[in-house]
């Protein structure tokens, strides 16, 4: 079945430092979307994207689309302490009415 | 607008017991899906309803049903409750069938003991 492998899994870095994450895929993907959840909370929609090679920014975030389909990377920048909790990525495959989820990369942001 | 709200958020039973769950998407929205969320499975996609027709369906026993009415709501149901039904139930709407953004409710908490 269908696999999203997200990396990393937790990250631990201090306030200020950049921050990257991605995911793959083991097939082509329509859509990705990256999502950030706190505890006891639904996730959050922070980017959606819709074309190969896409660079998308909402702030200090950035996502990109890889060009092979089959991968997408999100950035932060300049972390801050509110930017602690996970980050997920969600893939939607062409014409397949369905999304997959990564397992979540946990940021801990230390002050 | 208002966003997809859940309810209950908090919810315990004992095993062998049913459960019904509630959600409403935002407003002019006409696709709902469920997800079930545990830290050892994460994100795991349970069905999706479109038109008050259930459009796609997850690997889950038919313990897990669901439906959706005329006015987009949603609820999911949970028969004969066993321990490892613990988990964060969401919701998340789309403007469109399986398609474009989804955005998620809070989640109902559901523990069974």
């Known amino acids: 079945g269908q696999q999203l492998n997200q990396s990393p899994q937790s990250m631990f870095i201090q306030e200020g430092e950049d921050v990257s994450m991605n995911c793959t895929s083991s097939s082509i993907f329509n859509t990705w979307l990256w999502y950030k959840q706190e505890p006891g909370e639904g996730p959050v929609l922070l980017i959606a994207l819709y074309k190969a090679g896409e660079l998308t920014s909402n702030g200090r975030l950035t996502a990109q689309f890889g060009i092979t389909r089959k991968d997408s990377f999100l950035n932060i920048s300049a972390s801050i302490p509110s930017d602690v909790g996970i980050y997920f990525c969600a893939g939607q495959p062409y014409n397949f009415n369905k999304f997959y989820f990564g397992s979540g990369t946990k940021l801990n942001v230390k002050p | 607008k208002a966003g997809v709200t859940q309810t209950p958020r908090y919810l315990i039973k004992t095993r062998g017991q049913q459960v019904t769950l509630s959600c409403s998407p935002i407003?002019?929205?006409?696709?709902v899906s469920w997800y079930q969320q545990t830290p050892g499975q994460g994100l795991q996609f349970l069905f999706e309803?479109?038109?008050?027709?259930?459009?796609n369906k997850g690997n889950f026993p038919g313990r897990f049903s669901g439906r959706q009415f005329s006015n987009s709501r949603s609820e999911m149901n949970v028969s004969t409750l066993e321990l490892g039904d613990s988990a964060l139930y969401l919701c998340a709407s789309s403007p469109r069938e399986g398609y474009n953004e989804q955005f998620f409710g809070p989640g109902t908490r559901l523990t069974v003991l």
């Open positions: 309803y479109f038109s008050e027709t259930q459009r």
């Open positions: 407003s002019g929205h006409r696709s």
